[in-house]
T-cell receptor, first 112, second 111 residues
């Protein structure tokens, strides 16, 4: 079963905690992206990675961190420094020969 | 700032009518243009992409691009209640791989 998986689907965090969102893909795509979506808002880019062991900050990277140790995986950590982490987090991938991005099912994070 | 603008809606059309969704962008050098559909609580799914000026048709969907006027539109013919969703316009700038997204237009197709 190919595609992009994100886990967990729902995540609850207490203030002051770090949490890590998982994104895995078996599409053999080189590029991976993390977006954040707030109600009534478009997608805002947090981080992206075009190759293993390399990643770039997006528009709203503060309070987030990522790693890209394997081509298949691009986990996102939401740190306690992120002031308003409650949002819908979307992971996307993009193949080498295409500029089309495909999205995973998303993780909805709520801070209690 | 590379902006992508869409009317938030809601755009309400009767079943069977044509729905017209519009998007304007600020980066004149943009190369690639995408339309995504997003149902409530779900992730975006790709509907169409277009690179060249003119029309591109795929089933009931037609994407239209006018680079001189910096707008891209999506027409949905024979609209169905299942088309009710938020439609996101995304633009890839001339430099860079990332996409810039509009805030989306909410479409409601009434039976």
């Amino acid at each position: 079963d190919g595609g992009i998986t994100q886990s967990p689907k729902y995540l609850f965090r207490k203030e002051g905690q770090n949490v890590t969102l998982s994104c895995e893909q078996n599409l053999n795509h080189d590029a991976m992206y993390w977006y954040r979506q707030d109600p009534g808002q478009g997608l805002r880019l947090i981080y992206y990675s075009q190759i293993v062991n390399d990643f770039q900050k997006g528009d709203i990277a503060e309070g987030y961190s990522v790693s890209r140790e394997k081509k298949e995986s691009f986990p996102l950590t939401v740190t306690s420094a992120q002031k308003n982490p409650t949002a819908f987090y979307l992971c996307a991938t993009q193949g080498t020969l295409t500029d089309t991005q495909y999205f995973g099912p998303g993780t909805r994070l709520t801070v209690l | 700032q590379k902006e992508v603008e869409q009317n938030s809606g809601p755009l309400s059309v009767p079943e069977g009518a044509i729905a017209s969704l519009n998007c304007t962008y600020s980066d004149r050098g943009s190369q690639s243009f995408f339309w995504y559909r997003q149902y409530s609580g779900k992730s975006p799914e790709l509907i169409m992409f277009i690179y060249s000026n003119g029309d591109k048709e795929d089933g009931r969907f037609t994407a239209q691009l006018n680079k001189a006027s910096q707008y891209v539109s999506l027409l949905i013919r024979d609209s169905q209640p299942s088309d009710s969703a938020t439609y996101l316009c995304a633009v890839q700038p001339n430099s860079g791989y990332e996409l810039n997204f509009g805030k989306g237009t909410s479409l409601l197709v009434t039976p």
